[in-house]
């Protein structure tokens, strides 16, 4: 079993990933994974450093899922506001830091992609469009103004183009950094809205 720490558990800053398996097995893994030769010798510092990230990530784990939970509960009131189905609503018991919106309509569930890319920290300038993914019957649409690569806790949304087009949105690192997210997004649909 493998899995990775640069969601929840890791605080969107640990990039490392973890292995589950037998003892001597992980023993070899370790040798192949960390030493800098070819030989048998093993690697005296075989953390490359990586040990520093993964406990800053738990150290900040508690404080960046309460950051994306509130993020949450936000965009849940303020879509339910503006009429679109959510799920959890904000005053919902959660389970997962997950918020799902249901658009009803391509257009606005590309619009509030790309308002939440533009509302990142990362790759601000770049207009998310959806596409076709290995392993997706429909074409998906993705934003993530990520620090680390695949990180989804920092701030990101997704979703299949098809019916009834719902968004999943979720993270932000800092309650204010997926505040500022969620209102660019829905000043883009709004702006579609006014044009459109």
Do not use: W
């Not at 900040?60 to 879509?79: E, Y």
């Not at 992609?113 to 509302?119: S, Y």
């Not at 993705?142 to 949105?169: H, N, T, W």
């Amino acid at each position: 079993m493998c899995g990775s720490l640069i969601k929840n558990l890791g605080g969107g800053i640990a990039t490392n990933r973890s292995i589950c398996m037998r003892k001597r097995k992980i023993y070899k893994i370790s040798i192949r994974k960390t030493k800098p030769t070819r030989t048998r010798k093993r690697s005296t510092d075989h953390h490359f450093g990586a040990n520093k990230s993964f406990l800053q990530g738990l150290y900040f784990a508690p404080h960046v899922v309460a950051s994306s939970l509130k993020t949450a509960i936000f965009a849940s009131r303020m879509l339910e506001n503006l009429g679109y189905k959510v799920s959890p609503k904000y005053n919902e018991k959660r389970t997962d830091i997950v918020q799902t919106i249901e658009f009803g309509n391509e257009k606005d569930l590309i619009k509030f992609c790309q308002g939440i890319q533009k509302g990142s920290a990362i790759d601000s300038s770049a207009v998310p469009t959806p596409y076709d993914m290995p392993g997706y019957e429909d074409k998906i649409i993705m934003a993530s103004g990520s620090f680390v690569q695949g990180s989804s806790i920092e701030l990101s949304c997704d979703g299949p183009i098809r019916k009834p087009y719902i968004a999943f949105l979720q993270g932000g690192l800092t309650y204010e950094y997926g505040k500022l997210g969620v209102i660019k997004a829905v000043q883009e649909l709004e702006e579609e809205k006014k044009n459109g």
